[in-house]
Nanobody, 122 residues
């Protein structure tokens, strides 16, 4: 059982990146899928959470309208499309899954992927 996040990198302000999170050993369709981030010197925070249908995603206010969650069931992969990136978006981004629901807290997550670093800088 594994979650693998990738796609981070260096991007200029206003640019875009697409993060990927691929699961092995289980189906993402059975889980609520969260993206989290931890910026340097800051607490971890939730970015988004997609329900099991893949049709409904919650977004934190600070990314709403800029980030979009997508799921590709054939690839057992979820994506976080990040547009209009700001320096404040610089962080290590993590994907994680919860079998029961969104917003139950970090300790409720069943599996975590290793983080991928996003740096927004000119």
């Amino acid at each position: 059982v594994q979650l693998q996040a990738s796609g981070g990198g260096l991007v200029q302000p206003g640019g875009s990146l697409r993060l990927s999170c691929t699961a092995s050993g289980f189906s993402l369709r059975d889980y609520y899928i969260g993206w989290f981030r931890r910026a340097p010197g800051k607490e971890r925070e939730g970015v988004s959470c997609m329900d099991t249908s893949g049709d409904s995603t919650y977004y934190a206010d600070f990314v709403k309208g800029r980030f979009t969650g997508l799921r590709d069931d054939a690839k057992n992969t979820v994506f976080l499309q990040m547009n209009s990136l700001k320096p404040d978006d610089t962080a290590v981004y993590y994907c994680a899954v919860d079998a029961a629901a969104c917003h139950r807290g970090y300790h409720a997550m069943n599996y975590w992927g290793k983080g991928t670093l996003v740096t927004v800088s000119s």
